[in-house]
């Protein structure tokens, strides 16, 4: 039986939006969190009649926000919409979004400048260079409204002004990402000429104070006391313990680990291809220990056509040493939702020496993750210390 367009808007192309989370690689929880808010969306275009020719983001938020979903995942549904009709958009099916910027004005012009400036220069991802000019443009809003103005003008009391009325709010914001994204705004036109001073280097950092918390690092006798955890015999132990080790010899991050390919292990050369941060692939050495452990996992294991290192299969109920709530810590660290000092950063500062005030721990991690600008790893601690 055919459906109609007004019972159905979205026909198949929910079907192919499936199709194409599971190619990349998303969880089939995570799937199903997408074909619910999709189907609420579905239905509510039915339901107003909105072709899908007439659905944009701004349209597909506004419809989301009118379903019977839950209220308190409303951030979570607004994400999800807007990448389903990216998708749509990346097909020709629906609306692109308008340029929030007139590409032939001179904020437009600066706009596209400092984009190839982070695309070229910086290797930034795209989520990373979208993010950087929204801070960007909220900051030249500020102290210009809507024209550009004479970039000469902006002095420091103008940044510290604008992150004083951006952090003064209930509750209060402590992402450190506004300091950075307008560090690396100032440096672009200090860089460029378009500013006679680095404004950059006056750029106070968002106050984090903590109260009682998990440990920045792990030590190396912690580490090893959770590798002897992870170690234990069946195919989730040997993986677990192969992945891990990745992150405790060679300070990757969650992404790289599960980003390795089959291919992009050279056995005969002892090094292993690690896919990083702006795109950059780098070659390192593969410890011996690894090595083994890879080894074992892929021949007993990975009986998987994917050229994917890490397959996730879904573990037994019980599995030997391992409680339900220890599964479910082990598998959130490999999926990089713990990407936090108390886990991922925490392994790999462990490698280096705990409890270092001068901050060489972190700049020899910063080595080991292949930092763009390694002498400039430990400036933070540098400047912390010297405030104390």
Same mark, same amino acid.
């Given at each position: 039986?055919?459906?109609?367009?007004?019972?159905?808007?979205?026909?198949?192309?929910?079907?192919?939006?499936?199709?194409?989370?599971?190619?990349?690689?998303?969880?089939? &929880?995570?799937?199903?969190?997408?074909?619910?808010?999709?189907?609420?969306?579905?239905?509510?275009?039915? /339901?107003?009649?909105?072709?899908?020719?007439?659905?944009?983001?701004?349209?597909?938020?506004?419809?989301?926000?009118?379903? +019977?979903?839950?209220?308190? *995942?409303?951030?979570?549904?607004?994400?999800?919409?807007?990448?389903?009709?990216?998708?749509?958009?990346?097909?020709?099916?629906?609306?692109?979004?308008?340029?929030?910027?007139?590409?032939? %004005? /001179?904020?437009?012009?600066?706009?596209?400048?400092?984009?190839?400036?982070?695309?070229?220069?910086?290797?930034?991802?795209?989520?990373? &260079?979208?993010?950087?000019?929204?801070?960007?443009?909220?900051?030249?809003?500020?102290?210009?409204?809507?024209?550009?103005?004479?970039?000469?003008? =902006?002095?420091?009391?103008?940044? %510290?002004?604008?992150?004083?009325?951006?952090?003064?709010?209930?509750?209060?914001?402590?992402?450190?990402?506004?300091?950075?994204?307008?560090?690396?705004?100032?440096?672009?036109?200090?860089?460029?000429?378009? %500013?006679?001073?680095?404004?950059?280097?006056?750029?106070?950092?968002?106050?984090?104070?903590?109260?009682?918390?998990?440990?920045?690092?792990?030590?190396? /006798?912690?580490?090893?006391?959770?590798?002897?955890? =992870?170690?234990?015999?069946?195919?989730?132990? *040997?993986?677990?313990?192969?992945?891990?080790?990745?992150?405790?010899?060679?300070?990757?991050?969650?992404?790289?680990? =599960?980003?390795?390919?089959?291919?992009?292990? +050279?056995?005969?050369?002892?090094?292993?291809?690690?896919?990083?941060?702006?795109?950059?692939?780098?070659?390192?050495?593969?410890?011996?220990?690894?090595?083994?452990?890879? %080894?074992?996992?892929?021949?007993? @294991?990975?009986?998987?056509?994917?050229?994917?290192?890490?397959?996730?299969?879904?573990?037994?109920?019980?599995?030997?040493?391992?409680?339900?709530?220890?599964?479910?810590?082990?598998? *959130?660290?490999?999926?990089?939702?713990?990407?936090?000092?108390?886990? &991922? *950063?925490?392994?790999?500062?462990?490698?280096?020496?705990?409890?270092?005030?001068?901050?060489?721990?972190?700049?020899?991690?910063?080595? @080991?993750?292949?930092?763009?600008?390694?002498?400039?790893?430990?400036?933070?601690? @540098?400047?912390?210390?010297?405030?104390?």
């Amino acid at each position: 039986m055919k459906t109609s367009k007004t019972s159905n808007p979205l026909g198949t192309y929910l079907k192919q939006f499936q199709e194409h989370l599971e190619r990349q690689f998303y969880r089939p &929880i995570t799937i199903a969190d997408y074909d619910r808010c999709l189907t609420a969306l579905n239905s509510k275009m039915a /339901e107003l009649r909105v072709s899908l020719e007439e659905l944009d983001e701004d349209t597909a938020v506004d419809l989301i926000a009118k379903s +019977d979903l839950p209220s308190c *995942r409303a951030k979570h549904n607004r994400f999800m919409v807007h990448s389903f009709v990216k998708f749509l958009v990346g097909l020709g099916v629906a609306k692109p979004t308008p340029e929030s910027v007139p590409a032939d %004005t /001179e904020r437009g012009l600066l706009k596209r400048a400092y984009e190839e400036y982070l695309r070229r220069q910086r290797g930034l991802s795209e989520r990373t &260079i979208f993010h950087s000019w929204r801070i960007a443009d909220r900051f030249l809003t500020f102290r210009f409204g809507e024209e550009l103005g004479n970039l000469l003008e =902006i002095k420091a009391a103008d940044i %510290t002004a604008f992150l004083q009325h951006a952090t003064t709010r209930k509750p209060p914001l402590r992402d450190k990402t506004l300091s950075s994204h307008l560090r690396n705004f100032f440096r672009y036109l200090f860089r460029d000429g378009k %500013t006679t001073t680095n404004l950059s280097l006056g750029i106070p950092s968002v106050a984090q104070r903590y109260g009682a918390r998990l440990p920045r690092h792990f030590t190396p /006798e912690q580490v090893e006391t959770l590798l002897k955890a =992870i170690r234990i015999d069946g195919p989730s132990g *040997r993986r677990n313990y192969a992945m891990v080790l990745l992150i405790a010899r060679l300070g990757l991050r969650a992404p790289e680990v =599960i980003a390795i390919q089959i291919d992009d292990i +050279d056995w005969r050369a002892g090094e292993i291809i690690v896919r990083g941060k702006g795109k950059r692939h780098d070659c390192v050495p593969l410890p011996p220990d690894v090595g083994e452990a890879l %080894t074992d996992y892929i021949r007993q @294991d990975r009986n998987h056509v994917t050229r994917s290192l890490r397959h996730w299969t879904p573990p037994a109920s019980s599995v030997q040493g391992w409680s339900g709530a220890e599964l479910h810590f082990a598998e *959130r660290v490999l999926q990089g939702w713990f990407e936090a000092p108390c886990a &991922i *950063r925490g392994i790999a500062y462990a490698s280096a020496q705990p409890g270092d005030e001068s901050g060489q721990a972190r700049r020899t991690v910063g080595r @080991d993750r292949r930092h763009a600008s390694p002498p400039f790893a430990g400036v933070h601690d @540098d400047l912390r210390k010297a405030r104390r």
